[in-house]
């Protein structure tokens, strides 16, 4: 079957850095997406990631690592904003999204 | 306007009620989506329409009726839920030029449905 894992939930300090995983199993693979969702409102998009490498974007990076079926999202100088959960999806070879149950991320002060 | 938008943000139904939702995108694109998610769970996928017609319907229950009248607007229609039906509808809408063809999703803020 098709599986992606990611962490449950993470907690960091403002400021900080944080790591947040996702490892994946799916047939086939066409990129792997990273989406942020507050509570209450609609997951936006983040990154695609379909080469590896690390993909950097402000105080966001994405990297992949597809040998090893391997993703992360770091964020850096947490803000209390970042507080959210984050998820992660990847296309597999019939273009369908295969979706993660997302991290919870708490920013503490 | 933006980009897409749902209504009603919060619903309460009995078991035997029928009530529908309502997603709009202004994004121009031409696919849309419905997906359920619970919570602690992965977003499962229930319709695809693409130019409006039905592309993908993952084994979702008769109880839920989709309908795509034009590509800026998609209603997914209910009747007879059960608790468990309970979550988190969220409608998507993209630019999908073919079936192979990665494109980026972009989501409305959901409807809150309880069953009881």
């Known amino acids: 079957g098709q599986n992606i894992d990611q962490p449950t939930e993470m907690t960091a300090t403002e400021g900080a850095i944080v790591q947040i995983n996702c490892t994946y199993q799916?047939?086939?693979?066409?990129?792997l997406f990273w989406y942020q969702q507050h509570a209450g409102e609609a997951p936006t998009f983040l990154s695609y990631n379909v080469l590896d490498g690390l993909e950097e974007k402000g105080r966001f990076s994405s990297f992949l690592s597809r040998s090893k079926g391997y993703s992360y999202l770091l964020l850096k100088e947490l803000q209390m904003k970042d507080s959210a959960s984050y998820l992660c999806a990847v296309t597999d070879s019939n273009y369908q999204l295969i979706w993660g149950a997302g991290t919870k991320l708490i920013i503490k002060p | 306007e933006t980009g897409v938008t749902q209504t009603p943000r919060h619903l309460v139904m009995g078991m035997t009620n029928k009530k529908s939702l309502k997603c709009e995108q202004h994004?121009?694109?031409?696919?849309m989506y419905w997906y359920k998610q619970s919570a602690k769970k992965p977003l499962e996928l229930m319709f695809v329409y693409n130019f409006k017609e039905q592309t993908e319907n993952n084994s979702v229950p008769s109880r839920f009726s989709p309908e795509c009248p034009n590509s800026s607007h998609l209603f997914l229609h209910l009747h007879t839920l059960q608790p468990e039906d309970s979550a988190l509808y969220l409608c998507?809408?993209?630019?999908?030029?073919?079936?192979?063809?990665?494109?980026?999703?972009?989501f409305g803020p959901g409807t809150r449905l309880t069953v009881l």
């Open positions: 994004l121009g694109h031409n696919a």
């Open positions: 998507a809408s993209s630019h999908k030029t073919s079936g192979s063809d990665v494109d980026t999703q972009y």
């Open positions: 799916t047939s086939g693979f066409n990129g």
